[in-house]
């Protein structure tokens, strides 16, 4: 069974549908490693109740990218994680970690790429007045939400419901997300 680390900032919700799957057997893997930037994020939280180890460093508190993706690589290389699994983690991968891991790196992203890519795709995507949007699952490369695109699914926009919309995209993401990965993984 492929072993993986989950790269999180915020709340964590990617990761506890992922997580809920390997639990459930609808995803043959094993999640080893939570990594965050941010240790005060609620995603730490829900590794803790599952029992899933965390990393979690400020890459403030290093003198430099490489020096940080460095402690990540080191602890990814001990715990011999296979695969990286991007969940909300709003930060660009440089490239000791692309070095460490080529092709190995995968991300989702709340737009149909490459449309709206970077932060808030969600409101870019209600800004601009688009009716339909989706969710994208990607390889990672050195640019913003930019590599090879493994799977996407459209959701049409509640007009002008911001909350509404965020539900479906959040929704769809927990679904094909796993089922992306399970395909990726089996083949
Ligand atoms: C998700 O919607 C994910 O697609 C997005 O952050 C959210 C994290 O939610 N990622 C990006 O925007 C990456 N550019 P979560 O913390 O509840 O999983």
Request: hydrophobic content about 40%; cysteine-free.
């Amino acid at each position: 069974k492929p072993k993986f680390a989950v790269f999180a900032s915020g709340s964590g919700s990617n990761f506890q549908a992922i997580y809920d799957a390997v639990n459930d057997g609808k995803l043959e893997a094993q999640a080893v490693l939570v990594v965050t930037d941010k240790p005060g994020a609620f995603v730490v939280e829900r590794a803790k109740n599952v029992g899933v180890e965390t990393l979690a460093i400020k890459p403030s508190s290093f003198s430099s990218k490489e020096a940080y993706e460095q402690e990540i690589v080191k602890k990814l290389k001990e715990l011999e994680v296979e695969w990286i699994v991007l969940a909300g983690y709003m930060r660009l991968i440089g490239n000791v970690l692309l070095e460490a891991y080529p092709n190995r790196i995968i991300n989702i992203h709340p737009s149909l790429l490459p449309s709206f890519p970077g932060k808030d795709a969600i409101g870019q995507a209600m800004a601009h007045g688009v009716k339909v949007t989706g969710v994208s699952v990607h390889y990672v490369d050195a640019g913003m939400d930019t590599g090879p695109i493994l799977a996407q699914q459209a959701i049409e926009v509640v007009d002008g419901d911001r909350e509404k919309t965020e539900e479906r995209i959040h929704a769809v993401e927990h679904d094909l997300y796993m089922k992306t990965l399970q395909k990726l993984w089996s083949r």
